[in-house]
């Protein structure tokens, strides 16, 4: 086959493109950073990235969940303390005034410091994390218990919400409020069923036999408020279970993401020292390409005539 000055110069341009071409995709490289920026660059890479990102979006979303639900669940466990040390100060003030040696007068004063430890307790249980109630259930934005005539009412629902910690994997992060007033047995009614008493309905009644002497009746919500105790000790068992529970996950996230960011890094972020390598070529094959070029288009028919 016969080669022309025109095959020549034609073979050239597309060398000199591709040379070019090869060169502006290195040089981009180096200033974003990243191996594939668009799609075109390497598609399977692409796919993979497009991959990688989602899972550590989604994974970050989870970590953000877990990290408030550790912070539910350590507000939860200080409040529970707090409320178990009230319940246990009202255990000793009730056994005091059990005794039979104390005057009237006393007692009223038992019954006062024990009506005040109630409305702490009401305070406690009514805590937030941020703007939200974290014993009120699915209800969040009402304090849970409010005192009203005397009588504690309870404004929230049984309702547990439920955190992601993997896909497919979630986890009760709130205790509600309906949990922590408990249900003691009192008694039955007419028809057979069980007359139950709640946390407050005890302390409620602990003040009113303090006040009035009824030492039969303080001892049997002695009873009821060890139950209560215990109601609460079990809760708070549970929260620290839920809280364990979270750190690992949130651990285990977080190593997860630790992973698909090295791999993500793999096959996107740039080899600075190995691509300024391949510029340096590249820059050397485009320049000898040009000069190669300018070789070739100097020949004119004067050349040939001589």
Do not use: W
Request: aromatic residues 4%; without cysteine; negative net charge.
């Amino acid at each position: 086959m016969r080669i022309t000055n025109r095959m020549m110069m034609n073979s050239h341009q597309r060398n000199l493109s591709r040379n070019l071409n090869r060169l502006h995709r290195v040089e981009n490289q180096i200033v974003t950073g990243r191996l594939v920026n668009k799609p075109s660059d390497n598609p399977v890479n692409a796919t993979r990235i497009m991959g990688y990102q989602n899972q550590i979006a989604r994974n970050d979303q989870i970590k953000r969940n877990i990290e408030e639900s550790i912070l539910f669940s350590e507000m939860a466990d200080t409040t529970l303390k707090q409320v178990n040390d009230q319940m246990q100060r009202i255990k000793e003030l009730t056994m005091q005034a059990a005794n039979g040696t104390e005057s009237d007068v006393s007692r009223g004063i038992i019954a006062d410091e024990i009506e005040e430890l109630t409305k702490a307790i009401v305070q406690f249980m009514n805590v937030t994390n941020g703007e939200q109630f974290i014993f009120g259930g699915s209800v969040s934005n009402k304090a849970p218990f409010e005192l009203v005539d005397g009588q504690i009412v309870y404004h929230g629902n049984d309702e547990i919400t439920q955190v992601s910690l993997a896909p497919g994997i979630t986890i009760g992060r709130n205790i509600p409020g309906s949990q922590l007033l408990g249900a003691v047995v009192v008694g039955t009614d007419e028809s057979g069923n069980d007359i139950v008493a709640n946390l407050f309905d005890t302390l409620s009644g602990l003040s009113e036999a303090i006040r009035a002497g009824d030492d039969e009746q303080l001892q049997e919500l002695m009873s009821h408020l060890d139950q209560h105790i215990s109601n609460i000790s079990l809760i708070r068992t549970q929260v620290g279970i839920t809280h364990q529970r979270l750190e690992m996950s949130l651990t285990s996230t977080e190593n997860i993401n630790l992973n698909l960011t090295e791999s993500l890094s793999k096959i996107q972020d740039v080899d600075f020292a190995e691509k300024s390598i391949e510029l340096a070529i590249l820059e050397t094959t485009y320049l000898a390409t040009i000069q190669i070029a300018a070789q070739i288009s100097r020949p004119t028919l004067l050349n040939f005539l001589r």
